[in-house]
């Protein structure tokens, strides 16, 4: 076998990469035949048969194995779920370097359904911690596909994560109610049945076991939070600046052009979202490590949160964290970050030193209805409308409940298609920070009998050939 082993003399990996699903067997059997004998001889079975990302594992320049990640739908993160090493070349650390090398360049990935063998080598490796008995603490997430996840009570079969592990029955595990005791827990792998017994050790499973695990949660709860934050904070992840992640000044990074030229997102919204990463960055609602995963969130014009049965959610969007959690692993928010000081950063932002904008009552709504739509909690956006503009809150709510853009502090239809028709949308929206606002703004509300985007072509076509304002003319006509 060893004659037929790949060589890689320069210890550059391969990938396979793609939005849509790969199929592990199929790329094994025409690129790997030598890795796929290997794991018929053992009657190795893989855990997923499909993948988003196929990486080959390489060790003295020779490809000895592989590893496939998911994208997870819920969490956001790369998610390993199969990893094979040759015999012949086990033992070598080969898994904790890819996990290390993960960490270093990119963020911290997480593991669907580990096997006991996994949460072994993490502990060995230093990514996780026995604390109790069979009881494991990991640094790395495991995730839990819905279909998998087993419960004492009822329960929505909702994709699971969680920090946990039992060495005793091979079962990631969580707390999801601690008054009712209600437990989950991973459903059994093939391997940790052929090779752990775990069938029969799951037999002792009671409500006793329910009741002694809600217990040790519960009266160990700041001990286990500070264990999963140092070994958290032991990970060396690479932290992304903010010019890293959005570009400087007047450009876009890799990663977001890279989106613009394969048409996953248009010029426009990509500025709008590049400026309001910046804005929430530097009032510190986001952190370096979560620069990423709320740059994906803000892209991703799909994502809602849908898990429901876990008691600490996020208060931006609703979906599942721990107690030592820094930020959401959802939508990147700082759970932690001054309350006090973003509010006199997001105020500052929100000034505009532009003397000429009037801030008539559709202007101040336009930013009202901005922040609503940002997620930022009503009590908050009154607050700063109220500290900002000349209004009061009686007299702004009075107008948008005549026109029916706000009902019980959400936006509604009405509101949306206000925030879409406003002449603000299209000035930030088509980036026309070339021409006065405020001349832009009469000129708006004087036609706006007429389409918008003709309205700005209208307005535009005014300047003559002045070369920016042509520049942003030809990126209007591409949405004609």
Not at 298 to 323: A, Q, W
């Amino acid at each position: 076998m060893v004659g037929n082993i790949i060589v890689r003399q320069d210890d550059t990996q391969r990938v396979f990469l793609s939005e849509g699903l790969l199929d592990v067997e199929e790329i094994l059997k025409t690129n790997y035949d030598y890795i796929y004998e290997s794991i018929q001889n053992e009657n190795f079975i893989l855990k997923y048969n499909q993948c988003n990302l196929f990486k080959e594992l390489i060790f003295d320049s020779k490809v000895v194995g592989f590893c496939t990640y998911d994208f997870s739908r819920q969490f956001i993160t790369a998610a390993l779920n199969n990893i094979y090493v040759l015999p012949e070349f086990r033992g070598k650390g080969i898994f904790k370097n890819e996990i290390l090398k993960t960490l270093e360049e990119h963020n911290k990935p997480s593991i669907m359904e580990p096997t006991r063998l996994i949460v072994e080598l993490l502990i060995r490796y230093g990514f996780a911690r026995k604390i109790q008995d069979n009881i494991v603490a990991s640094a790395i997430e495991f995730i839990i596909p819905g279909e998998n996840v087993v419960t004492n009570r009822s329960y929505e079969n909702e994709e699971l994560s969680t920090h946990f592990y039992d060495l005793n029955i091979c079962a990631s595990i969580h707390v999801l109610d601690f008054n009712n005791a209600h437990i989950a827990y991973s459903a059994p792998l093939n391997y940790d049945i052929i090779h752990y017994d775990c069938i029969e050790k799951r037999k002792s499973i009671d409500e006793n076991y329910f009741l002694e695990i809600r217990d040790f949660f519960q009266n160990n709860d700041v001990e286990l939070m500070n264990i999963l934050v140092d070994l958290e904070e032991s990970l060396p992840i690479k932290n992304y600046t903010l010019e890293e992640v959005i570009g400087p000044e007047d450009s876009f990074s890799q990663y977001i052009q890279s989106l613009i030229d394969d048409g996953h997102v248009t010029y426009q919204k990509a500025i709008a979202i590049k400026k309001q990463i910046k804005e929430e960055y530097e009032a510190g609602m986001i952190l370096n490590e979560s620069l990423l995963i709320r740059l994906a969130y803000l892209f991703d014009e799909n994502v809602n949160p849908t898990i429901k049965s876990h008691d600490d959610v996020c208060p931006y969007c609703s979906m599942p964290i721990d107690d030592h959690d820094r930020f959401c692993h959802f939508c990147g928010i700082n759970l932690g970050y001054d309350l006090d000081e973003t509010q006199n950063n997001l105020m500052e932002s929100l000034n505009t030193s532009d003397s000429d904008f009037k801030e008539d009552i559709r202007f101040v709504s336009y930013k009202f209805l901005k922040l609503i739509d940002e997620k930022i909690p009503l009590d908050y956006a009154i607050f700063t409308i109220e500290n900002n503009y000349s209004i009061i809150w009686d007299e702004l709510d009075s107008f948008l409940r005549k026109n029916s853009y706000l009902i019980d502090g959400n936006l509604t239809d009405e509101g949306r298609l206000f925030l879409e028709n406003h002449p603000l949308y299209y000035w930030e929206k088509y980036d026309m920070g070339i021409v006065n606002y405020s001349d832009f703004e009469d000129y708006f509300w004087a036609n706006s009998h007429l389409d918008g985007i003709e309205i700005c072509l209208n307005f535009l076509n005014e300047y003559g050939d002045d070369e920016y304002v042509s520049d942003i003319i030809d990126d209007i006509k591409k949405d004609v």
